[in-house]
């Protein structure tokens, strides 16, 4: 099964002994929001494999277990958005109107 999203953006926070290919190492940085450009999920497992355009603008099937929403935008037609800040605080996240930056707001 393939389906396309619109405006679904992720970030990666890769599993130390995850499944292969392991996002940090294929040209992804945790600094950054993706937008899932689909997601296929084959019969046999029952993982997900998000369709994302790494830095290098390289197509790549990243599995969901790697992966943690962000925001979603419909109307943002950017591949990758940069996160001001590191994204290991819990932060609760909105995207700028433009789609270019993403703004965190720490919990209280």
Not at 84 to 96: C, F, R, T
Request: proline share 7%; charged share 20%.
């Amino acid at each position: 099964m393939l389906w396309l999203e619109q405006g679904l953006y992720l970030r990666i926070e890769e599993l130390a002994h995850g499944p292969r290919p392991l996002p940090l190492s294929s040209g992804f940085t945790p600094q950054t929001a993706y937008r899932a450009l689909g997601c296929f999920n084959p019969s046999e497992t029952s993982d997900a494999y998000y369709i994302l355009s790494n830095d290098r603008d390289e197509i790549w099937f990243i599995c969901n277990r790697h992966l943690r929403t962000v925001f979603l935008d419909a109307s943002n037609t950017a591949f990758r958005v940069k996160m001001q800040e590191p994204a290991e605080s819990l932060p609760v996240l909105s995207a700028a109107h433009e789609g270019l930056i993403v703004s965190i707001e720490r919990p209280a």
